[in-house]
Each structure stands twice: as C-alpha cells, then as structure tokens.
C-alpha cells in the first residue's frame, strides 16, 4: 500500500508562491500526479512526474524525488482562483492510483 | 463530448435500502474506477475495471459491488446501505489502464446520504 502525507490547510496572498510538499512510501512507484480541487466539484488533472526532476506548466510546477520519496507542487503569482484542494496522488506497480488527503490552499488578497 | 457523467448528483437512502450509482463515459477509456471521498481521508478506490468484462477490488470494497458489462458503464451497487457509506462518490476513468502520462479523468461526485 502507499501513505502519503501533505499538509491540511496553507494560506498565502494573491500575487504569492507556495509550495506545497507531498511525501510518499510505496510498494512499487509509477508516477506521481498532483490534482486541483474545487469546493464541490471534480478532481481536475494538474500535473504528473515520473522521473527526478522539475516538470513546469505556465504558472504550475511539480517536482519529484524518487530516492527521497518527495514532491511538491509549485503555484506560482496566486490568484483568487486557486484557492482550492490540491491532491497528491501515486500511482503504484498495479497502475492504481493511492491519493492524500489533499491540501486547502486559500488565498487572501 | 460530455466526458463522465455520474447519475444521480445527490441521493438520500434510508440504510438497509439497496442503491446504485450510475457511471458514464464517452472517451472509449478502457479502464474505470470508483472512489469514496470523505473529509480529512482524501479519495479511497472502492472497485475499479481495467477492462470490460473485468472487474478488481480497490482499497475499501466492503459493501459494494460493479459490473462492467460495456466499455461506457460502470455501475456501482449499494446492496444494503449503512450510515458509514454516507459519502461523496466519485467515478473515474482513464486510457490503456492509466499507464504511462494517461490521467484519470473524474465526473461529477454524488452525495450520498444513508440514514
């Protein structure tokens, strides 16, 4: 099975970056996604790492450790609009999908 | 293209009632999942089916069933709902078993409540 960990709650300001931080134990590794969502709404896809490294998408960025079992997704010059969960998700050797309990990000202006 | 569909958006179950939630995808994905979500728990994978005519058991399967009888629906069946069932349901699917880039594509949630 996999335990994920990542942070409840984070609050930053509009224009801001934050980070938020995922660590993983697995059984077997074959990826790691992170997911956005709204209150109320479905989980939409933001980005997916599979090897070391830094993976950027316009304002979003998502890196990965293997050795170190750690991510973390970078949003950068917050807007309003990203306030939301985000979730950490690995996925394992059976190309199953184990996800944490998400991250709330508010922010402020 | 309409994407997922799930069916009902909210339901309240008297417990010992039978349910089922309905699921429906027009991307041809092969592969489809369920999942409960509940606070401070994050998403648990309940049934998934990499295949039509296949079918596996995820992480909380206890109390619910599916079949897969098309590569468009996957049901998912409450025989006799408890108050822990109360939840949000979501469906999930995704392409070639959700190897390689290929992400889970999510519908819209059910509310279930089970009194």
């Known amino acids: 099975g996999q335990n994920i960990d990542q942070p409840t709650e984070m609050t930053a300001t509009e224009g801001a970056i934050v980070q938020i931080n995922c660590t993983y134990q697995t059984s077997g590794f074959n990826g790691l996604f992170w997911y956005q969502q709204h209150a109320g709404e479905a989980p939409t896809f933001l980005s997916y790492n599979v090897l070391d490294g830094l993976e950027e998408k316009g304002r979003f960025s998502s890196f990965l450790s293997r050795s170190k079992g750690y991510s973390y997704l970078l949003l950068k010059e917050l807007q309003m609009k990203d306030s939301a969960s985000y979730l950490c998700?690995?996925?394992?050797?059976?190309?199953?999908?184990?996800f944490g309990a998400g991250t709330t990000v508010t922010v402020r202006a | 293209t309409a994407g997922i569909t799930q069916a009902p958006t909210s339901q309240i179950l008297a417990a010992g009632r039978s349910m089922t939630l309905r699921c429906t995808q027009d991307m041809r994905h092969n592969a489809m999942y369920w999942y409960r979500q509940d606070l401070g728990l994050g998403l648990r994978l309940i049934h998934y089916s990499n295949t039509a005519g296949t079918t596996g058991k995820g992480e909380v399967p206890d109390g619910y069933s599916v079949s897969r009888a098309n590569t468009d629906d996957f049901p998912l069946t409450l025989a006799s709902a408890v108050p822990s069932q109360t939840s949000v349901y979501f469906c999930a699917s995704s392409d070639d078993g959700g190897g390689g880039d290929n992400e889970q594509f999510f519908g819209p949630g059910t509310r279930l409540t089970v009194l």
């Open positions: 998700a690995v996925r394992d050797g059976d190309y199953k999908l184990s």
